[in-house]
């Protein structure tokens, strides 16, 4: 398929899940646009020939970095920003493979697409842990008593 | 110091009604623990332990002639509200800056809880585009996106009528899975769409956990530890039982 055709539908996507989870105005329009910084990534990623876990890890990365910045230009929480832009990363569809392929005793499938999906999704989690590490990393040290909290 | 105020029971109360809106609202238990702790500290506490779960929080705050305060909070619900969480933030920060009287905080919180949301149409429609487009992303034809759409506005209907019922949420998810899965049948009779399954794909977008599920590895990697298999554990139930509810729908036919 069209790579065009696959960003936009990650764009509307995002989109759409920014609608679900009550994100208005400009940081909706902003976090959509990170769904298709995500997957941009993703596909770049790929494209260097990089396996999916790696691609899923780089493409995280790239996205809570982004969030960070909306969070900071916009001032709202990362949370905003970072949910909605990760969906079209979520291995949602791996997960449900997964357990359709239990309901189908077809366990050699049940294996090999949970294995995936977990490997997928923690592939993200380490992403989301890095890229929260080297942030707090460049961050000042927040005063408990009087910082802002983001 | 002199503009701090004395911590009294009203400013726990205060940041654990924060806490609590901001956990139900789909806020990170690192961020609630964190946002009733400063509230606490910079209303003038010595020493506060908060611990949160996704189902429950607990604080003490020490104060510096020695009491204590303790109070806990059992969360049962909660779901993705990003403007509600925004706000709750906001409010979080002015707070830990210009320490206002604990009456104030809860009249702002009383406006937050009744924050804007979307009309229903705008709702109906976004679950819409979610199904067409992750239809397409997962390579169905635009003659399935537009029958995954329509299933997806069925869907919406259906569940805002069972979520008022107030029954088990599994049941729910059950519920909705098996009528998506009739629909995609359905769709595919009646020749509108080519693939039943691509079609149901991008129903599935919307209620699977993923988002559950990969935030759990986070919070077990962050240390986190009974909150992600908490998660990992309703994630993984809740998975099963759309495909169950899937399975079923296609043996029907």
Known sequence: MKIAVQL?????????????FNVH?????????????????YLLALAFGTSDYAAAFFATVAVFFYAELMARLLRAPVTVFSVVSTIPLIPGAGLYRTMDALMQKDYAAFGQQGMYTLLFAASMAAGIVAATAIVSLVKKKPDLKSDAIR | MDTKPEFTEE????AMDIGEQMLMSGAEVSRVEDAIRRICLSAGASRVDVLSITASIITTAHLVNGKTFTESRRITASANNMDKLDQLNDLCRRICSTHPAPQKIQAEIRQINDGRQYPYWIKVCSYALVSGSFCVLFGG???DMIASALIGI????????????????????????????VL??????????GHADLVSYGN????????AFTN????????????????????????????????????LF
């Open chain 2, 216 to 251: 759990s590895l986070r919070d077990l990697f962050i240390g986190d530890t009974i909150t992600g298999s908490i998660r990992l554990l309703e994630s993984l139930l809740q998975a099963i039982v759309i495909a169950a509810g899937f399975t079923f729908a296609h043996y």
């Open chain 1, 25 to 41: 105005g400009k940081k909706l329009a902003f976090a959509a646009l990170g769904g298709f910084l995500a997957w941009g990534v």
């Open chain 2, 11 to 14: 400013y726990l109360h205060c």
């Open chain 2, 184 to 193: 995609s049948r359905l769709s595919v009779l009646s020749g509108l769409a």
């Open chain 2, 204 to 211: 599935i977008m919307l209620f699977i956990p993923g988002v």
């Open chain 2, 141 to 143: 034809s635009w003659r």
């Open chain 2, 154 to 181: 069925l869907l919406k209907m259906l569940e805002s009528v069972i979520r008022r019922r107030q029954v088990n949420a599994m049941l729910n998810v059950l519920l909705i899975s098996l009528a998506g899965g």
């Open chain 1, 8 to 20: 936009l539908m990650a764009l509307i996507g995002s989109a759409g899940f920014g609608l679900v």
